[in-house]
């Protein structure tokens, strides 16, 4: 089937960009990698790659179009033995968004991971949350609207709160989610910090246990390695150390785990490291209304909070409860997808995997019953034990390495308190015991997919 090619998101916020010229014409031959088009924006010129193989069958946007929205179809790739009167039937969508790279910066500033721009969280059939009035109004936003909100709220709230951080004030944030605190809140409580892990990590420590408390920015928790003395020796131990006399509340927030093409040493997904360590609280959202709820729990803890976003799914909306002030508990694990006939637990970007797979599951007659952690430390057991007891079968998914990873962990506590309601082992669905390639196809095939979950629940099932 003809395969479209969609115009692609530069960055986290982009709407909409210019096609300034096609490197292709109809009829070219072309193969996953070739550069087919180049597009622009105020901030790059960015040089547009072809994710199929085939022929360019037809250009559906003229170079020179100005504010082409993105995920607008632009071409049409034609798979061989095809032809162009196949586009009449209607292609499919390809299965991402073109991929871009770097053609030329027009700017000091270095542009922003190309990926595609995220879809609607899968429709399912979510479970009320308990503590959600029956009739609470819904308003859709992304988890990057929700994020800001969950701080903005909190700052009004309570004076000590402030963020720290790089370009979180007057660049807005490198991807966006700090936008239009530093215009409400001033330079006192938006603070932009040089290039130094380390460093504005110790500062945001030291002014937690002086009783602030700071929400420290990581452009991503890959820099985050440089400051990791500073969040384990200092924010997670002092207080047991101190017999009790010195807390530290603050929040370590920002991107964790590989986002598109971004390489080995800004891919690597560190829920196992923090979640390993007395002292730290672990949270992991999939959904906009988690991330708020949990995000503003995480603000009011007096602990110390590693929150791992997900760059992904920074564009994805979904419903957030309208309410004056929507809080969480931490340590909750929720049942997503009711089901019966196994069980597949999941957090953050792994939840995406576990949804897709559960419809997939469905159509074979297997029923799923679908949990998302939400918080990895301390980890909800229970509810997943409670599961497991109905089901008999347990797929655990993570794009982190299997090796002392969350998933081991979750395997291992069932083993040890429901070995007995076991039909056959857990299985885990992880990422490649490898570094993250860059290249586009050798990085999909290093995560976790949709069809590893269904054989993986299909083999614990014995179908």
């Known amino acids: 089937m003809p395969v479209e090619v969609l115009m692609p998101a530069l960055s986290?916020?982009?709407?909409?960009?210019?096609?300034?010229?096609?490197?292709?014409?109809?009829?070219?031959?072309?193969?996953?990698?070739?550069?087919?088009?180049?597009?622009?924006?105020?901030?790059?010129?960015?040089?547009?790659?072809?994710?199929?193989?085939?022929?360019?069958?037809?250009?559906?946007?003229?170079?020179?179009?100005?504010?082409?929205?993105?995920n607008t179809p632009i071409a049409v790739i034609l798979s061989d033995g095809e032809s162009a009167s196949d586009i009449k039937a209607g292609a499919a969508p390809a299965p991402k968004?073109?991929?871009?790279?770097?053609?030329?910066?027009?700017?000091?500033?270095?542009?922003?991971?190309?990926?595609?721009?995220?879809?609607?969280?899968?429709?399912?059939?979510?479970?009320?949350?308990?503590?959600?009035?029956?009739?609470?109004?819904?308003?859709?936003?992304?988890?990057?609207?929700?994020?800001?909100?969950?701080?903005?709220?909190?700052?009004?709230?309570?004076?000590?709160?402030?963020?720290?951080?790089?370009?979180?004030?007057?660049?807005?944030?490198?991807?966006?989610?700090?936008?239009?605190?530093?215009?409400?809140?001033?330079?006192?409580r938006v603070i932009d910090t040089p290039i130094t892990e380390h460093g504005f990590a110790g500062?945001?420590?030291?002014?937690?246990?002086?009783?602030?408390?700071?929400?420290?920015?990581?452009?991503?928790?890959?820099?985050?390695?440089?400051?990791?003395?500073?969040?384990?020796?200092?924010?997670a131990k002092t207080l047991y150390m101190s017999g009790g006399q010195m807390g530290c509340s603050i929040v370590f927030r920002g991107p964790n785990g590989a986002a598109a093409r971004v390489g080995a040493q800004h891919s690597q997904d560190y829920s196992a490291w923090y979640s390993s360590v007395p002292g730290l609280k672990v949270i992991a959202p999939y959904s906009a209304a988690d991330a708020k709820g949990l995000l503003k729990a995480a603000i009011r803890d007096p602990n110390p909070v590693i929150f791992l976003e997900n760059e992904i799914l920074y564009g994805q909306s979904g419903?957030?409860?309208?309410?004056?002030?929507?809080?969480?508990?931490?340590?909750?694990?929720?049942?997503?997808?009711?089901?019966?006939?196994?069980?597949?637990?999941?957090?953050?970007?792994?939840?995406?995997?576990?949804?897709?797979?559960?419809?997939?599951l469905a159509k074979k007659h297997i029923h799923a019953e679908v949990i998302d952690?939400?918080?990895?430390?301390?980890?909800?057991?229970?509810?997943?034990?409670?599961?497991?007891?109905?089901?008999?079968?347990?797929?655990?998914?993570?794009?982190?390495?299997?090796?002392?990873?969350?998933?081991?962990?979750?395997?291992?506590r069932i083993m040890e308190k429901a070995f007995d309601y076991l039909d056959a082992p857990v299985a885990r669905v992880s990422g490649k015991d490898v570094p993250m390639p860059y290249a586009a196809n050798l990085e999909k095939l290093a995560l976790p997919s949709v069809a590893e979950v269904v054989e993986a629940a299909k083999a614990v099932s014995y179908r």
């Open 12 to 70: 986290p916020t982009m709407e909409k960009g210019n096609l300034a010229k096609w490197v292709k014409s109809e009829g070219d031959k072309v193969k996953a990698g070739d550069v087919i088009a180049e597009i622009e924006t105020d901030k790059a010129t960015m040089e547009v790659e072809a994710v199929d193989e085939g022929t360019l069958g037809k250009i559906l946007i003229p170079e020179g179009t100005a504010d082409v929205a993105v």
């Open 97 to 188: 968004a073109a991929e871009v790279v770097p053609a030329e910066a027009k700017s000091d500033e270095a542009p922003a991971a190309a990926k595609p721009k995220a879809a609607a969280a899968p429709a399912v059939a979510v479970a009320a949350e308990p503590d959600v009035p029956e009739g609470t109004e819904m308003v859709t936003m992304t988890m990057r609207e929700a994020l800001r909100d969950a701080m903005a709220e909190e700052m009004r709230r309570d004076g000590d709160v402030f963020v720290m951080g790089e370009e979180v004030a007057e660049y807005q944030g490198a991807y966006k989610v700090t936008q239009g605190l530093l215009q409400e809140f001033g330079p006192d």
């Open 203 to 235: 500062l945001g420590t030291g002014a937690a246990l002086a009783g602030l408390k700071p929400i420290v920015e990581f452009m991503t928790f890959n820099f985050a390695m440089q400051a990791i003395d500073q969040i384990i020796n200092s924010a």
């Open 319 to 360: 419903p957030v409860p309208k309410l004056d002030d929507f809080v969480l508990p931490i340590g909750k694990a929720k049942v997503v997808r009711p089901g019966d006939n196994v069980t597949i637990v999941a957090w953050s970007i792994g939840m995406s995997y576990a949804l897709k797979a559960a419809e997939e």
């Open 373 to 412: 952690l939400r918080t990895l430390r301390p980890m909800d057991i229970d509810t997943v034990l409670a599961s497991v007891k109905k089901t008999g079968r347990c797929v655990v998914v993570e794009e982190g390495w299997q090796q002392s990873g969350v998933a081991a962990e979750v395997a291992a």
